[in-house]
């Protein structure tokens, strides 16, 4: 029997349940028992096709269709749940050290989770909307739940544009349904291979790319997800960008699937490009000016965000393993960071201007959080330069060296105000009556072994990134377009 169903059901369930019992006195103790479940979700289904409510596939005139909605699980889908889940089980646990935990926490946790897996599972365009507008609100709710005038500003500003930005993906779902008469995505890329593209279609790309544009935080809209990360509970910033990536990979694949192999993909290539160089400058000029740590990071994840989408975005086989691979290592390395970051602001604040000599208080932290940064900067042996040396052999190979050149000022960029916070929180000299407000403060094991496991899982990935690619290469083959521009 396959299970797969369960991967989506089951926390959407138990999100129902928990906005029922949110005052319940088990809520803890609930949500540490959800915490572990998550961790099995992503091995109960099998690879292959589920079609869901006894449909399959029909043949009309001799052509096979898919009938109803069709989820599929295969070895990259698998790496991305499990990590996706593994994130999402780790805030969980973390959850349950705040003071004023409440059901509606785990609840919108569940729903993100829920929705971000169906988003990676779907087959079918308009099942991906649903579910992409489901993410959308659990993310505001989530930002919300922080408590303050800014985060629900934020909330709101995102939910705004998000009600636009999710109108005009619709319209483009209907446009191509229109133009196709399906909304599988494989029959739709089939019909769209064989055919003659029309003026429907070139709109209902469009608009599939704001969709990506604003779900997976590439400019016009990295501002909203700048506010969201920086908002929200650092720690609940962890599973927030995890969300946004996987997103962004999900549409991205979609784009690939159905106008990979298409001429106009030239186009879009150089449009999807452009944002991502955009995502990374903007990124990183923004993050190289802040005070605030948390703001730091929010454009860091930003910047990241268009490491991931330049990958994807060249179409190559290569590219789309290393902009998947990336995908999956920021949210590894960015999830200890943002873990850290609460540790921080618990400590003191995330203000960098108020803080300093942690080292002397919190050595274990410090030098967790350092190699964190590391695999973010893309040093050896983290998985971040192993995905960022692929990123550049993809770049390489498709004979844009300019972007290779590109990437390596915005590595030294990373490396200068990763640095320059390094200092600030834990170096900087700070006086006696401070550190003494600092040991008054006790940091949970369940942080320290949260933020120790992510380094652990960094540092593996950096010297055995085959655990991974192994699962990557496969689908970068069967999507993949070789191109070298002349």
Request: with cysteine; hydrophobic share 55%; charged share 10%.
């Amino acid at each position: 029997m396959n299970l797969l169903p369960l991967i989506v059901v089951v926390p959407l369930i138990m999100a129902i349940i928990f906005s029922y019992i949110y005052r319940s006195k088990y809520v803890r103790s609930l949500t540490l028992l959800m915490a572990l479940v998550l961790l099995i979700l992503p091995f109960l289904g099998t690879y292959g096709p589920y079609f869901f409510g006894g449909h399959g596939i029909t043949f009309i005139e001799g052509i096979p269709l898919v009938s109803g909605i069709l989820y599929t699980l295969n070895p990259l889908k698998e790496i991305l749940l499990f990590t996706l889940m593994l994130i999402g089980s780790l805030v969980l646990i973390l959850s349950t050290k705040e003071k004023n935990l409440s059901g509606v926490f785990t609840s919108l946790v569940l729903m993100g989770l829920a929705s971000v897996s169906a988003v990676i599972l779907t087959e079918d365009l308009f099942n991906l909307y649903v579910f992409y507008e489901i993410a959308a609100i659990a993310q505001a709710g989530l930002v919300i739940l922080a408590g303050t005038e800014n985060a629900y500003r934020s909330a709101f500003k995102y939910l705004l544009v998000g009600t636009m930005a999710g109108s005009i993906l619709l319209l483009g779902v209907g446009l191509l349904l229109s133009a196709t008469g399906t909304l599988n995505i494989g029959d739709m890329g089939r019909y769209l291979a064989l055919n003659p593209l029309t003026p429907t279609v070139y709109g209902g790309l469009l608009m599939l790319i704001v969709g990506l544009a604003y779900g997976g935080g590439l400019p016009p809209f990295h501002t909203l997800k700048v506010d969201l990360y920086a908002r929200a509970k650092p720690f609940v910033s962890a599973i927030l960008q995890t969300y946004s990536k996987f997103v962004l990979i999900a549409l991205m694949l979609v784009i690939l699937k159905l106008f990979g192999n298409l001429p106009i993909f030239n186009t879009i290539r150089g449009v999807l490009i452009a944002l991502s160089v955009i995502a990374m400058v903007f990124g990183t000029v923004m993050a190289l000016l802040q005070e605030d740590y948390r703001k730091l990071l929010a454009y860091h994840t930003i910047s990241q965000g268009g490491y991931v989408a330049l990958g994807l975005a060249l179409g190559t086989p290569l590219g789309i393993v290393a902009g998947i691979f990336h995908g999956i290592n920021h949210a590894l390395y960015k999830s200890a960071l943002f873990i850290g970051a609460h540790i921080v602001d618990k400590v003191r604040s995330s203000d960098m201007r108020k803080v300093g000599g942690l080292l002397l208080t919190i050595p274990i932290v410090a030098f967790l959080m350092l190699f964190a940064k590391f695999a973010s900067i893309g040093i050896p042996p983290f998985n971040g330069f192993q995905s960022k040396l692929l990123l550049a052999e993809a770049v390489m190979g498709a004979n844009i060296p300019e972007l290779v050149v590109l990437m390596l000022i915005v590595s030294i960029g990373t490396f200068l105000y990763m640095m320059k916070a390094f200092y600030l929180i834990f170096l900087k000299p700070c006086g006696e009556e401070q550190l003494k407000e600092y040991r008054d403060v006790k940091i949970s094991k369940y942080h320290i072994f949260s933020l120790g496991l992510l380094v652990v899982l960094c540092l593996i990935l950096g010297v055995y990134p085959d655990i991974v690619l192994d699962r990557l290469y496969p689908i970068g083959e069967e999507i993949g377009i070789s191109w070298v521009l002349r």
